[in-house]
């Protein structure tokens, strides 16, 4: 027993794709220091994750996991930081805390719970969602295309940027792992079918195929990124499409220390 | 003009980018080493080039915290600084101006006229045009009669980009001008260290053990993190957003640091579902809100006190916070320290309330108070912490070692997990309902109204208006009742302040009368609302004429 999930009642579907990504945090975060460890949600069916999981967890506001993981490891680097949102949290109502986090590479773990739709608030479509999605406020389907967030990703300096599948747990647990290892800003995007409203298992199993070739040069990365345009058409291919090592924000920003007030006085006469 | 020079007002403008802020300083720095007491007054528009800017430095034996109408000395870089205040010198006062940038001559129109060639003197000392703010200082301090070593002395510490080349120019305007008058030390005062209300915060709470300030840039607030950013020690970051801004603190917060946050009234608007989410997760957050007019993007260098009923209603749901409203730098710098230590150690948000005029303003620091970091005591906790423990204030943790720690703006139980259940919920209000009634017994003791002078006229009045009030009522009878905290609101200590008194005045600077309609909720009832909104501060004359209507 790893002692890592706490007696609270679990409330996600039967079948949901969440179970799997719980299930390869645990994994992740039994490898890793569970003290050190800091899960911070969003808000939506992925954010319950942080009350079934007996771990220091920080449950954030709708969209604003990734501001409170970067403050959080300002404020302890020793900490390590994942964050679990939702594509509604982070490609909808804070993709701009997403895109300035990679910006900055800020020294955290961000795991999108990507199932294409608002699941908690039943049945909307969000940034990802194919554009002929009927949602409960699009009955005749919507009228947006969707966004590529890896290749948002890609071009706004993310230093790690993959992605999985819950149907291939094992390539998604080595893929958190090494997202967690990087120092840097690593994003995850996890594909989460959601059996409710957008039961994508039959087509994910079909579509994704694990790349023979990772850690591609940035253009390359991009190209594949476009492979897949979150509508219906085309591969959705898996793996780790780009990593650099480059220097953190944390290790750029003034280290804290003791202040002599005093002195400050003494020069503002 | 006499000799022996006592109160002054100084009036120095010029084109936005040439400087006159700097020379506004530099002027109070020579003064306030002399001993003098100094408050300056800035003035300018939301541009960056052209534009008129000013700084009104108010020189004085005795702190007084006021610029007046009338002026004895107008130092002017550009002709529209010429216009706009000359009206306002006094019968023997003094027109500096630089002769070449302004072709007209003035002298023509009487009065006491001084001509400085200040592009020669520059061009002499083979600086840069932007270097004539600083020939206009020394010229001035010589026509004054203060001493070359001493001027330079201040110049040599207050100039650290280019020195050499700024000293060479003042001290080629020096020689060149004439002295006329005779300064005098200034009642043998020990100078005193000159901070803007925004910077006395920075240190008020910097003595309260700040480790982290974050903002995103908006006035009259930006002075903070201007301030803060060249502290070696405090980690300063400036997000993508006012929300980063607010979410960002919190994760610091919850990580162990002890971090605030700035802004003015459209940014602290993004914040307030932050500010909600730390009354309910309890994480400490000490916020700045520095008003200046509004609605919406308004009058952005402009003064207000607009935001009072925002502050103390600002987040939803049912929730409790400190908030402060200072009236000078010294109050400023004794509350930041009192609200950073408060959010701390009482874990909910905490507002530092002030406005434009008092966070750029500049004041000379008494601070004749002792202040310190409130220290949380930080029990041993193991696996079976619990976050939300207690009956009123939990035990505070980190994440890092053996407890778990879990926050969160759910409603929850005492681990922290989501709760729906009834009693549950009722439980986790009545427990932060609590905190705030231990808060308000802890407020008891303390100075959270201050009442000046005896009468039968009450003036109540909050924020920078304070230095106005004192001064335009120095020869009246009257009362004046100022609120330091207003949430919670110092009701009953107020009401005590009235026992004796037959009319109560409510002196403001906005439209609508926030204070006053504050003021009928808690039962205390204003006779008479004195109101400004335009932007600029009530001035002596101006408020002493409205009070004796
Ligand atoms: C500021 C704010 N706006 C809206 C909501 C309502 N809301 C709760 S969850 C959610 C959508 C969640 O979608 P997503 O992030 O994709 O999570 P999922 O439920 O799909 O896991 C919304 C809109 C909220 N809680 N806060
Ligand atoms: S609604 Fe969808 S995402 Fe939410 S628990 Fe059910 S299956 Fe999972
Ligand atoms: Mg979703």
Not at chain 1, 24 to 37: A, F, G, P, W, Y
Not at chain 2, 83 to 110: C, M, N, Q, R, T
Not at chain 2, 131 to 158: C, H, P, Q
Not at chain 2, 270 to 296: K, Y
Request: charged fraction near 30%.
């Amino acid at each position: 027993m790893d002692n890592l999930i706490l007696p609270t009642k679990n409330t996600w579907c039967p079948g949901c794709g969440n179970f799997g990504i719980q299930n390869v945090l645990r994994e992740v975060i039994s490898q890793n220091d569970r003290e050190k460890t800091v899960l911070v949600t969003g808000i939506g069916c992925h954010g319950k994750i942080a009350d079934y999981f007996n771990v220091n967890s920080f449950y954030s506001l709708h969209g604003r996991a990734i501001p409170s993981a970067v403050g959080i490891k300002m404020g302890n680097e020793e900490l390590q930081v994942i964050c679990s949102v939702g594509d509604g949290d982070a490609y909808n109502e804070g993709i701009a805390h997403l895109i300035h986090a990679a910006k900055r590479n800020s020294n955290i773990t961000v795991v999108v719970h990507n199932n294409r739709v608002f699941a908690l608030t039943v049945k909307q479509a969000t940034s990802t969602s194919p554009k002929e999605f009927v949602g409960s406020t699009t009955p005749k389907g919507g009228v947006e295309e969707p966004i590529n967030p890896m290749d948002v990703m890609l071009s706004t300096g993310a230093s790690f940027v993959a992605r999985g599948y819950v149907g291939k747990p094992e390539q998604l647990t080595r893929i958190i792992s090494e997202g967690v290892k990087h120092r840097g800003f690593s994003f995850i995007e996890v594909l989460q079918p959601c059996v409710a409203w957008l039961n994508t298992y039959e087509s994910y199993n079909e579509k994704t195929y694990e790349m023979e070739e990772e850690f591609l040069p940035l253009q390359e990365a991009r190209e594949k990124a476009r492979e897949w345009d979150y509508n219906n058409g085309g591969e959705i291919p898996l793996g780790v499409f780009y990593r650099e090592e480059k220097p953190t924000i944390e290790e750029q920003v003034g280290e804290v220390s003791f202040v002599d007030t005093k002195e400050i006085l003494e020069k503002s006469k | 003009m006499g000799n022996n020079l006592g109160d002054l007002q100084i009036i120095i403008g010029g084109a936005a980018g040439e400087g006159s802020k700097k020379a506004g300083l530099l002027i109070g720095k020579l003064f306030n080493s002399y001993g003098f007491r100094v408050f300056i007054h800035e003035d300018y528009e939301s541009v960056i080039k052209g534009g008129h800017n000013f700084s009104q430095i108010s020189v004085s034996r005795e702190c007084k915290d006021v610029i007046e109408e009338k002026i004895d000395f107008l130092l002017a870089l550009n002709k529209e600084a010429v216009l706009k205040h000359k009206e306002k010198l006094k019968k023997e006062g003094v027109l500096i101006y630089d002769f070449g940038a302004i072709d007209e001559d003035f002298s023509e129109e009487g009065g006491s006229v001084i001509k400085i060639p200040l592009k020669e003197i520059v061009d002499e000392a083979e600086g840069i045009p932007l270097m004539k703010n600083t020939a206009l200082v020394s010229a001035f301090s010589k026509i004054i009669g203060m001493e070359w070593d001493r001027v330079s002395e201040v110049l040599k510490r207050e100039l650290p980009v280019a020195t050499e080349k700024n000293l060479e120019v003042a001290e080629v305007a020096f020689e060149k001008t004439e002295k006329i008058e005779e300064v005098e030390e200034g009642g043998g005062n020990q100078p005193l260290p000159l901070l803007s209300g925004n910077q006395a915060v920075a240190m008020g709470a910097l003595e309260a053990g700040l480790e982290c300030y974050y903002a995103y840039p908006m006035t009259p607030s930006t002075g903070v993190l201007q301030f803060l950013a060249k502290v070696e020690g405090v980690r300063t970051f400036q997000p993508e957003s006012e929300i980063a801004v607010v979410n960002a603190a919190l994760g610091s917060a919850y990580a162990g640091k002890r971090t605030m946050i700035g802004s003015s009234g459209g940014g602290f608007a993004l914040m307030t579902e932050g500010i909600s989410f730390s009354a309910q997760s309890e994480i400490p957050l000490c916020v700045v809100l520095s008003q200046r007019m509004g609605p919406a993007t308004g009058v952005p260098t402009y003064q207000a006190q607009a935001d009072l009923l925002f502050a103390l209603n600002a987040g939803h749901g049912d929730m409790m916070r400190f908030v402060v409203a200072p009236g000078d730098a010294d109050e400023a710098y004794y509350l930041a320290n009192k609200a950073l230590n408060i959010a701390w150690k009482y874990q909910m948000p905490a507002i530092i309330l002030l406005d434009k005029e008092l966070s750029e303003n500049t004041y000379g620091v008494k601070k004749d108070f002792d202040l310190e970091k409130e220290e949380i005591v930080r029990e041993e906790k193991g696996e079976d912490y619990n976050r939300y423990e207690g009956e009123d204030v939990s035990p505070l943790i980190f994440p890092g070692g053996e407890a778990t720690v879990k926050v969160t703006g759910y409603e929850h139980d005492k681990k922290g997990v989501a709760t729906e259940k009834a009693e549950e919920i009722k439980a986790m209000h009545e427990k932060r309902i609590r905190k705030y009634e231990k808060l308000k017994e802890e407020l008891r003791e303390e100075e959270t109204v201050k009442t000046y002078k005896e009468g039968s006229t009450a003036i109540i009045f909050w924020g920078s208006t304070k230095g106005t009030v004192l001064e335009a009522t120095k020869e009246m009878d009257v009362k004046l009742i100022q609120p330091l905290v207003v949430q919670p609101f110092p009701e009953e200590k107020i009401k005590e302040a009235l026992r004796e008194t037959e009319r109560v005045v409510c002196v403001e600077a906005n439209a609508t009368g926030q204070m006053t309609k504050v003021l009928k909720e808690k039962g205390v009832f204003v006779d008479k609302k004195i109101l400004k909104y335009d932007g600029r501060p009530f001035t002596v004359e101006e408020l002493r004429k409205e009070l004796e209507k």
